[in-house]
């Protein structure tokens, strides 16, 4: 009897011992993240954890099998029949593990799984010597961030290291890949990168194309590095090769692309493209271009441009902003595939700084345009402003609300000031220098600035004093006076230095009138009126004499003569309550329709009365049929002679009513949508990894395939969705001089797009000028998936433009496995 207990004791410490030979072992070998799925444990356990060796005493194992057998004579342990090894985070599945405890080697046969915390592989067979460390994985597999890699063998040669023969590489989780890579000899350097050699790319089983070797990153992040470049063919380039390129890491702080395209019959281009971002501080963009342009034979261009965007963020609200864009020609973006560059007009290029000032901002900014159709240029350097919103006037001397007497009469009043400093630069001569850009004021050859360069300078002050008060609770009175004074480099007289100002007083009376009526009962359920009168009355004196005086960049003074106007405007609106009903809430559309009318008198004018202006707009909401929805928004203008209101007679036909001017403008969208389901007729079986079903209870090697045998399982298969939509948008446009010629304006866009099957989907947009009938532009994108890669081709055509493109890419590695073509006109 005590020999019996003291083998006990040995044959449990021994199984102790042995399985965590097995998950040192498991720690080792395994290779990438992945987020393992957890099992269910077998049938019948037979568990047990003993307190052993000093070294073992803090560590946490146990293990799971339906048998365990100790050879005493060979000194060899059997676990049988869905064993699992728990050791720390390391846990091992397999149907049996062996361990040869005077070999000092660990044997699992059949299906092992392995993991550690989040990584884990996956063999038939393993093998693994304790001592030497040296370790064989028969057909093994495992996954890492962005793929899968299988071989005949995987050898543990180090650390790090391994050996696989017959290696294969995908992204694709299918059972049975797409596409993979294969090498004959493959070392695979853990959380750094594949070598192999050969290498052969293969697409569904069938080789393609092949090198002599290579070499595969699995760094995580940002690499610097060698990109891989994008081979192609087309009539207008001829054979090309685009994206040579070097890309550069810094930290986690910036990186930069130094690319070259060639193409065969059109010349180079020579990239330099930097993003940069250091969080809280500053961030931004510098991308320049180079080109050789091929016009013919021994005829060559050579374009250029240059963009940079970057932030810069001081703290306490104070930044700097600067967006530069500087091209050589138009033809720098001859054949872009951004629209906006190809019909670019005019580039755009600023500078800007804010910072806190006393409880507001002070603005300092840059502008420069540049006119590449009409070869001019405009520049603003600097312009500065400085601007106190209006405020109450008591802030100035009453640090605390709570101090304001109730009976302050001096509480409604506020203020408001704003100063401008600005220098403006009107470039019309194509042959200017920098100097001339920045200050020489130069006359053209017609002995004016319309075809020279002309530079103005000048700062305006602006300040408001105002009253506003509520009477009674309803009337709104407000009074004001507001004055500028400005101070100008020159005048049109070339007089230096000179000073300019203007003001004027404004007094303003409104109410606004209310009317309810409820209709209970009703879909509209009630109906709210709002009439808003105004009165105002401005007085402004002779101020004729400033046309002397440059207007540019918002520095300029009044040139008008003496005003007294008096004007009057009606405001009404309409504001509708829709109820509830079974399918939607209740709702609100406020300003559903709306008329405005306003007239003015001055009372310098020998005909006071100006003419009586009418606004018309109507806003409903949107209306659904089903799947359909539509909406529609009509608005106009008119106005009228007021002393000729076209009334001559008593016939009511043969009245105009003094209409001088109208307009109209209708919008009208359709929009007919919806989600048609489809059936997975055959679900693609995927990989081990991407299923996380490793192991079943009872069977390892034995799939079940599901049979359909009723159209009501066939019904219960899942079923996905795919979004369709179809848009049609009307615009029409009509004045009162184009009705006179027969004339108006009129446009219709559609768009079209469909998910066709589950792989399959088609997108069309087109702009149709209906008064010209013309077809303006259109395009259309055709988009194929092909599970792990994804197919798309669009095709543009604007005018006597088009151009096309043709992708195929690998969506987990769209940037090195890509295969594209492009061509234009």
């Known amino acids: ?63 799971v099998a339906d048998s365990v057998n100790y050879d005493v004579e060979k000194e060899i342990i059997q676990l049988s029949g869905n064993t699992s090894v728990t050791y720390h985070t390391s846990i091992i599945n397999a149907d049996t593990i062996a361990i040869d405890l005077k070999k000092e080697q660990a044997y699992t046969r059949g299906k092992s799984y392995l993991q550690d915390g989040s990584q884990n592989m996956l063999g038939e067979n393993i093998s ?30 180090d650390d790090d290291t391994y050996d696989v023969d017959e290696g294969v590489f995908t992204t694709c989780d299918a059972l049975h890949p797409h596409f993979y890579i294969q090498a004959k000899e493959l070392r695979f350097y853990r959380d750094d990168k594949f070598v192999a050699r050969p290498v052969v790319f293969y697409v569904n089983h069938f080789p393609v194309f092949g090198f002599p070797f290579g070499t595969f990153t699995l760094k995580r992040g940002r690499q610097s590095g060698i990109l891989v470049p994008s081979p192609g063919w087309n009539k207008t380039k001829g054979k090309y090769l685009e994206n040579i390129a070097y890309y550069f890491a810094y930290k986690n702080h910036a990186d930069i692309t130094l690319a070259l395209d060639y193409y065969e019959l059109t010349g180079w281009e020579l990239g330099f493209r930097s993003k940069y971002k250091q969080r809280y501080v500053h961030d931004g963009f510098f991308n320049a271009i180079l080109q050789k342009k091929i016009e013919g034979p021994q005829i060559s261009q050579y374009e250029w441009n240059i963009k940079n965007r970057h932030h810069h963020d001081f703290g306490n609200k104070t930044t700097f902003d600067m967006n530069l864009n500087f091209v050589s020609s138009k033809k720098v973006w001859e054949g872009s595939d951004i629209l906006d560059e190809r019909l670019a007009e005019k580039i755009t290029s600023s500078m800007s700084f804010r910072r806190p ?6 603005y300092i900014s840059a502008n420069y345009v540049d006119d590449l159709e009409n070869m001019s240029k405009d520049i603003t350097l600097p312009s500065i402003s400085y601007t106190l919103p209006s405020r109450p006037i008591y802030e100035i001397f009453v ?74 609770g309803w009337l709104n009175l407000t009074q004001s006076v507001s004055g500028n004074e400005a101070w100008f480099d020159r005048d049109k007289n070339n007089v230096k230095f000179v000073r300019g100002m203007d003001y004027n007083s404004n007094s303003i009376l409104s109410f606004n009138l209310y009317g309810m009526r409820a209709l209970p009962g009703f879909y509209v359920s009630a109906i709210r009126h709002i009439i808003t009168p105004r009165l105002s009355f401005t007085y402004r004196p002779d101020f004729s004499e400033n ?13 008008a003569v003496k005003s007294r106007r008096v004007s009057f405007s009606l405001g009404n609106k309409w504001q509708l309550k829709l109820a509830a009903t079974s399918n939607t809430k209740e709702r609100k559309i406020n300003d559903f329709f709306s008329i405005s009318s306003s007239i003015n008198y001055d009372y310098e004018q020998d005909n006071g009365f100006s003419d009586i202006s009418h606004s018309i707009q109507l ?25 000729d209101l076209g009334i001559n007679s008593w016939n009511p036909n043969e009245w105009d009513l003094g209409v001088k001017n109208w307009d109209f403008n209708l919008t009208s969208v359709l929009k007919v949508s919806g989600d048609a389901g489809y059936v997975d007729y055959f679900p693609l079986a995927k990989n081990d990894f991407a299923t996380g079903d490793f192991f079943s209870n009872d069977s390892i090697d034995t799939d079940e395939e599901q049979t359909i045998t009723s159209l009501e399982e066939l019904d219960e298969l899942d079923r996905e969705e795919k979004s369709w939509a179809f848009t049609v948008s009307h615009i029409y446009s009509l004045n009162k001089a184009q009705y006179a010629i027969d004339d108006y304006n009129s446009s219709l866009r559609m768009s079209v797009s469909a998910r066709i099957t589950k792989n399959w989907a088609i997108s069309y947009y087109n702009y149709i000028d209906l008064q010209a009938d013309e077809l303006v532009s259109f395009n259309f994108l055709i988009t194929r998936d092909l599970h792990c890669w994804k197919m798309t081709f669009k095709y543009t055509k604007q005018g006597d433009y088009w151009n096309y493109q043709f992708k195929l890419f690998d969506l987990k590695l769209d940037d090195a496995l890509k295969f594209s073509t492009s061509d234009h006109n």
């Open 1 to 63: 009897m005590p020999a019996m207990k003291r083998s006990d004791i040995k044959e449990k410490a021994i199984i102790i011992l042995t399985a965590i030979f097995i998950a040192v072992t498991v720690f080792l070998w395994t290779q990438e993240v992945y987020e393992g799925e957890k099992f269910p444990a077998a049938d019948s356990l037979f568990a047990d954890s003993l307190e052993v060796t000093d070294s073992l005493q803090s560590d946490s194992l146990s293990y």
């Open 128 to 157: 693994y010597d304790l001592q030497t460390k040296w370790g064989l994985v028969i057909s093994g597999a495992s996954k890492f961030d962005k793929g899968y890699y299988y071989g005949t063998e995987i050898r543990k040669i």
């Open 357 to 362: 000032l006393f409880n507001s901002t002070l």
């Open 399 to 472: 640090d605390e609300v709570d101090e304001i007497p109730d009976d302050a009469w001096w509480e409604d009043f506020s203020y408001s000031y704003k100063i401008k400093a600005t220098h403006e630069g009107d470039i019309n001569d194509s042959t200017a220098t920098m100097w001339d850009v920045l200050y020489d004021d130069t006359l053209g050859p017609d002995t004016t600035y319309a075809t020279g360069n002309q530079h103005n300078a000048g700062v305006k002050h602006t300040a408001s004093l105002s009253y506003s008060y509520k009477f009674k």
């Open 547 to 559: 046309d002397r005086f440059y207007s540019f960049g918002g520095i300029g003074v009044s040139s």
């Open 619 to 643: 806003k409903p909401n949107s209306i659904a049929f089903g799947l359909m929805d539509i909406s529609t928004k009509p608005k106009g203008s008119f106005s009228q002679a007021t002393y």
